[in-house]
């Protein structure tokens, strides 16, 4: 788990595959974010940013969160085809 200082930009980032190669997803890559132990959505199915083939990024901005523990997952959708990444970072004053 990455471990960020509030007031930090965290970059979330994800690689799309397939069949071994980078590949851009037709349909969307959306990135959801809450606070661990909540079911509350900070960012509810945003579009990533798409930095080259296969791969897709997020900055997060912290200025105004507290410290705890973040969830973030992406998912991928190639047509009827869906992919999910999951990570964690966490955010000490």
Known sequence: MKIYQ???TVTC???VLRSGALYNPITSVLIYIY???T???LVNGVA???ESTGIFTYDYQTPSCTADKYCW???VTDGVKIGIKH???KLEA
């Open 39 to 41: 079911s509350t959505l």
């Open 87 to 89: 990570d964690t970072f």
């Open 13 to 15: 980032k994800v690689t």
């Open 35 to 37: 606070i661990e132990g």
């Open 6 to 8: 509030v007031g930090e």
């Open 48 to 50: 990533m940013y798409n």
């Open 73 to 75: 997952y992406c998912k």
